[in-house]
């Protein structure tokens, strides 16, 4: 299991309790989370941050803290999970961003260094991923990444994707 990674602009490390008010700046803004899950709170989020990272030891893997390297500033979280809250889903991404990090390539180098990891460490035959409908960067990012489109899932109101393993 491996702490840390860093992209060429990022750093990507596992989530510290001090993280937590940086983190709910965006994954508490509904307009940032329209598309997805967003924490009512400081606690719901500190609670979904711990739990994820129960499953970090448990797994090997969970969402990293994601930290602009030239900076420090907190303005993402994500990577690979086996959702603790929606189980039987297998391996997935996600990735949740501070909408003033948006639109500067921040998720395209998250998710190479996530399915990088998934490749070669987590060693699944797939992972999958979801995104609304009407999230448009978020369902093509994923085709970029060689995610395949599998269905819609009515009770979710999500596009569910996969993308089978690559074994170098």
Not at 35 to 57: L, S
Not at 127 to 138: G, I, K, Q, R
Request: hydrophobic share 35%.
């Amino acid at each position: 299991m491996h702490d840390y990674f860093e992209t060429d602009r990022l750093h990507l490390a596992r989530p510290r309790l001090m993280d937590v008010p940086d983190l709910f700046v965006f994954l508490g803004d509904r307009e940032a989370m329209q598309h997805t899950h967003c924490d009512a709170n400081v606690r719901e989020c500190r609670k979904r941050i711990a739990v994820h990272e129960w499953r970090r030891r448990r797994d090997g893997f969970a969402p990293w803290t994601v930290r602009l390297k030239k900076t420090g500033k907190v303005i993402g979280w994500g990577g690979l999970y086996d959702d603790p809250f929606d189980p039987g889903w297998g391996v997935e991404l996600a990735y949740y961003f501070d909408p003033t990090s948006w639109g500067n390539g921040y998720a395209t180098e998250l998710c190479r260094a996530a399915l990088n990891y998934s490749d070669r460490h987590v060693e699944a035959d797939f992972v999958t991923a979801f995104a609304h409908p009407e999230n448009a960067a978020s369902n093509a990012l994923l085709t970029k990444h060689g995610f395949e489109y599998q269905r819609f899932v009515k009770e979710m109101e999500r596009n569910l994707y996969r993308r089978a393993r690559k074994v170098s």
